[in-house]
């Protein structure tokens, strides 16, 4: 409907926001109503009909370049094999997955979504603050709703899809930093390591966050935050309308999918801009630009926030950083300062191997200071490091996104493009540098392999992040002073990481296992709560088997595991929990029990193989189902 640059491959980063601020425009009216999922679905299909007959009449664009359209090709192709692991590792769900898949399956399922807390897991709690529009899940459940599959099968087998989209936004955010074709594709190829085959743990055994692109913390990072990246530096460099508003379709959806990214990105887009003027000793047109692009990237969150605003202060785990500085220090991946605390060095670096290597690539970017890209690597990772290394600001962001969410900010430093810079660099040596690149990576994988657990065990290597800032901003100033242009991308960069990734993904796919599609509830327990429990019923359990309950099931539940609900004044969740623990473990009698289960407007009781319960008082229920350890009753009135 807007137009577009001829043959231009910012049409996807583009095409892909845009169409996320349909679907947000299709929920509302939704929302707005009272209706089912399917208002969304033809709020959709009109809008895309009326944009296919505008298009219709509009001239016929060029094709892309030819460079273009083969590396893009080749991007397809190599997520080819990506995206059959990743299908074939799926599952289970577990964590952040169950609790997205609750929501997605609420959307999907009910026939009257008259609020936003009707997906909820509570019915009388309140919204979260990170996820009260819930866009995303609200794609996974149009997906579902459109291919007639169970919500689980899309939150599972989604992501294989999703890579080949992962990789080519990468492309086209490489592209545009880079400024070649080469650099894109050198971008993917380090991009799939770092994020994928790099990361082994007792959690992921199979590609890594490529496994939970079907959730919002994934769809963030991976996709929406390179579209963004990539239509902001395409304003800054060349202008336009058209991406203009791309750039504020893509800040809104990042900020409606998943709030605390969006300043992360804004963080790294602001230090890039900062970096560019050290590095030319001036300013350009382009920094002007890049100002307005900065501002249509943070308006729609500052919007947002505003209406966030009232939830975030019910939040009971905001505010009181300080106050848990100390109790925080015990595992390593922080440093404590008096009533301050940091990020540590050594959380920073453990990572894995690509990580490592991107933490010690950054300084060399003073060697192309011309280049559009050095900026970029090295303003966007100091700025990064400065938040998370210095106790004061550090601890401010934690205050106002909790910690949980604070420490992700790691994830946001430019290491891919660090290292895709570093294979450029490389490439005057050719067939040398391809021989070191493959040393260096196996030499990483070995000594590096990295660590994911939440609290940092093995030893890391703190004297990279070191390495990184002082030597990042003794390359600012060596770069405003030399102002180096570096070579120009060419092949070899592709084939040096290549080389370079060739370790860690071999390591990584060494690694992977089929996964199991259910977890501690059993494929007969779910058909259950499915067969006799109602839409938008009450189901009272132990926190863990509500929680699944609510995945698989659209039901509301009493409790659920701390820290998979938002810790807010309506929620209650300590409350809920403390009830759940005296129903079946305390000292109550029957009526006490039967008071409870009333109170939290309960009608179904579902006991677990772990709980007991007096034989006295589940006499007094209907049992409809028992297996596999549990049992199923209705709670009478």
């Given at each position: 409907m807007?137009?577009?640059?001829?043959?231009?491959?910012?049409?996807l980063?583009s095409s892909?926001v845009?169409?996320?601020?349909?679907v947000?425009?299709?929920?509302?009216?939704?929302?707005?109503?009272g209706?089912?999922?399917?208002v969304?679905v033809?709020?959709?299909?009109?809008?895309?009909?009326?944009?296919?007959?505008?298009?219709?009449?509009?001239?016929?664009h060029a094709?892309?370049?030819r460079?273009d359209?083969?590396a893009?090709?080749?991007s397809?192709?190599?997520?080819?094999?990506?995206?059959a692991?990743?299908?074939?590792?799926?599952?289970?769900?577990f964590?952040?997955g169950l609790?997205?898949?609750?929501?997605?399956r609420?959307?999907?399922?009910?026939?009257a979504l008259?609020?936003?807390?009707?997906?909820?897991?509570?019915?009388?709690g309140g919204l979260?603050p990170?996820?009260?529009?819930?866009l995303?899940?609200?794609?996974d459940?149009?997906?579902?709703?459109?291919?007639?599959?169970?919500?689980?099968a899309v939150?599972?087998y989604?992501?294989?899809?999703?890579?080949p989209?992962?990789?080519?936004l990468?492309?086209v955010?490489?592209?545009?930093?880079?400024g070649s074709w080469?650099?894109?594709?050198?971008?993917?190829v380090?991009q799939?390591?770092?994020?994928?085959?790099?990361?082994?743990?007792?959690?992921f055994?199979?590609?890594?966050?490529?496994?939970?692109?079907?959730q919002?913390?994934?769809?963030s990072?991976?996709?929406l935050?390179?579209a963004?990246?990539?239509l902001?530096?395409?304003?800054a460099?060349?202008?336009?309308?058209?991406?203009?508003?791309?750039?504020?379709?893509?800040?809104?959806?990042l900020?409606v999918?998943?709030?605390?990214y969006?300043?992360y990105?804004?963080?790294v887009f602001?230090?890039f801009l900062?970096?560019?003027?050290?590095?030319?000793?001036?300013?350009?047109?382009?920094?002007t630009?890049?100002?307005?692009?900065?501002?249509?990237?943070?308006?729609?969150?500052?919007?947002?926030l505003?209406?966030?605003?009232?939830?975030?202060?019910g939040?009971?785990g905001?505010g009181?950083?300080?106050?848990?500085?100390?109790?925080?220090?015990?595992n390593?991946g922080?440093t404590?300062?008096?009533?301050?605390?940091?990020?540590?060095?050594?959380a920073?670096a453990?990572?894995?191997?690509?990580?490592?290597?991107?933490?010690?690539?950054?300084?060399?970017a003073?060697?192309a200071?011309?280049?559009l890209?050095?900026?970029?690597?090295l303003g966007?990772?100091?700025?990064v490091?400065?938040?998370?290394?210095?106790?004061?600001?550090?601890?401010a962001l934690?205050?106002?996104?909790?910690?949980?969410?604070?420490?992700?900010?790691a994830?946001?430093?430019?290491?891919?493009?660090?290292?895709?810079?570093?294979?450029?660099l490389?490439s005057?040596?050719?067939?040398?540098?391809?021989?070191?690149?493959?040393?260096?990576?196996?030499?990483?994988?070995i000594?590096?392999?990295g660590?994911?657990?939440?609290?940092?065990?093995?030893a890391?290597?703190?004297w990279?992040?070191?390495f990184?800032?002082?030597?990042?901003?003794?390359?600012?100033?060596?770069?405003?002073?030399?102002?180096?242009?570096?070579?120009t991308?060419?092949?070899w960069?592709?084939?040096?990481?290549?080389?370079?990734?060739a370790p860690?993904a071999?390591?990584g796919?060494?690694?992977?296992?089929?996964?199991?599609?259910?977890?501690?509830?059993?494929?007969?327990?779910?058909?259950?709560?499915r067969?006799?429990v109602g839409?938008?019923?009450?189901?009272f359990?132990?926190?863990?088997?509500?929680y699944e309950?609510?995945?698989y099931?659209?039901?509301y539940?009493?409790?659920?595991p701390r820290?998979?609900?938002?810790?807010?004044?309506r929620?209650r969740?300590?409350?809920?929990l403390?009830?759940?623990?005296?129903?079946?473990?305390?000292?109550?009698?029957?009526?006490s029990?039967a008071?409870?289960?009333?109170?939290?407007?309960?009608?179904?009781?579902?006991?677990g193989?772990t709980?007991?319960?007096?034989?006295?008082?589940?006499?007094t229920?209907p049992?409809?189902?028992?297996?596999?350890?549990f049992?199923?009753?209705?709670v009478?009135?």
């Amino acid at each position: 409907m807007l137009g577009w640059p001829a043959g231009s491959v910012l049409s996807l980063p583009s095409s892909f926001v845009l169409s996320l601020t349909v679907v947000a425009g299709g929920l509302a009216l939704t929302f707005a109503i009272g209706g089912s999922i399917l208002v969304a679905v033809g709020f959709v299909l009109a809008v895309s009909l009326v944009s296919a007959a505008i298009g219709v009449k509009k001239p016929a664009h060029a094709r892309l370049e030819r460079l273009d359209r083969r590396a893009l090709t080749g991007s397809l192709v190599g997520a080819i094999p990506v995206a059959a692991v990743t299908w074939w590792a799926a599952g289970p769900l577990f964590g952040d997955g169950l609790f997205h898949l609750a929501r997605a399956r609420k959307l999907a399922e009910f026939d009257a979504l008259s609020a936003l807390t009707t997906v909820d897991e509570f019915k009388d709690g309140g919204l979260h603050p990170g996820y009260a529009f819930p866009l995303w899940q609200g794609v996974d459940a149009l997906i579902a709703r459109l291919a007639g599959v169970d919500v689980t099968a899309v939150l599972l087998y989604l992501p294989a899809i999703l890579v080949p989209l992962a990789f080519l936004l990468a492309y086209v955010a490489g592209k545009t930093v880079f400024g070649s074709w080469s650099g894109g594709v050198a971008l993917v190829v380090i991009q799939a390591a770092l994020v994928g085959f790099s990361r082994r743990d007792h959690f992921f055994e199979g590609t890594g966050l490529f496994e939970t692109l079907s959730q919002p913390q994934a769809a963030s990072r991976l996709l929406l935050a390179p579209a963004l990246l990539a239509l902001a530096v395409a304003f800054a460099v060349n202008g336009g309308r058209v991406l203009l508003v791309s750039v504020a379709a893509a800040g809104f959806a990042l900020a409606v999918v998943h709030p605390t990214y969006a300043p992360y990105v804004a963080l790294v887009f602001g230090g890039f801009l900062v970096a560019r003027a050290v590095l030319i000793r001036g300013w350009e047109p382009l920094l002007t630009r890049g100002t307005v692009a900065l501002g249509a990237l943070l308006v729609p969150f500052g919007l947002l926030l505003v209406l966030l605003l009232p939830i975030v202060e019910g939040t009971q785990g905001l505010g009181r950083s300080a106050d848990r500085a100390a109790r925080l220090g015990h595992n390593n991946g922080f440093t404590v300062l008096g009533d301050w605390f940091g990020y540590s060095p050594s959380a920073i670096a453990r990572e894995g191997p690509v990580v490592v290597a991107g933490l010690l690539a950054i300084p060399f970017a003073a060697f192309a200071a011309r280049r559009l890209w050095a900026a970029f690597v090295l303003g966007g990772s100091l700025a990064v490091l400065v938040v998370l290394l210095t106790p004061p600001l550090f601890t401010a962001l934690s205050d106002v996104v909790s910690v949980s969410q604070s420490r992700r900010l790691a994830s946001f430093i430019p290491l891919g493009f660090a290292v895709a810079g570093a294979c450029i660099l490389l490439s005057r040596f050719r067939m040398l540098a391809g021989g070191f690149a493959f040393a260096a990576g196996l030499v990483l994988v070995i000594v590096y392999p990295g660590e994911f657990t939440r609290t940092v065990e093995a030893a890391a290597p703190a004297w990279a992040v070191v390495f990184a800032v002082v030597g990042g901003f003794v390359a600012l100033a060596a770069g405003a002073l030399l102002r180096g242009g570096g070579p120009t991308p060419t092949a070899w960069a592709v084939a040096i990481a290549l080389a370079f990734t060739a370790p860690v993904a071999v390591a990584g796919l060494n690694a992977v296992q089929s996964g199991e599609t259910v977890g501690g509830l059993t494929p007969a327990v779910i058909a259950a709560l499915r067969e006799h429990v109602g839409p938008g019923e009450v189901v009272f359990s132990d926190p863990e088997t509500a929680y699944e309950a609510a995945a698989y099931a659209p039901v509301y539940i009493n409790a659920a595991p701390r820290g998979n609900v938002a810790d807010t004044k309506r929620n209650r969740p300590r409350a809920r929990l403390q009830d759940a623990r005296r129903f079946f473990h305390g000292p109550m009698t029957n009526a006490s029990r039967a008071a409870m289960l009333d109170r939290y407007g309960a009608d179904w009781l579902v006991v677990g193989p772990t709980e007991t319960l007096p034989t006295s008082f589940l006499g007094t229920l209907p049992r409809v189902f028992s297996e596999d350890g549990f049992a199923l009753y209705r709670v009478p009135g």
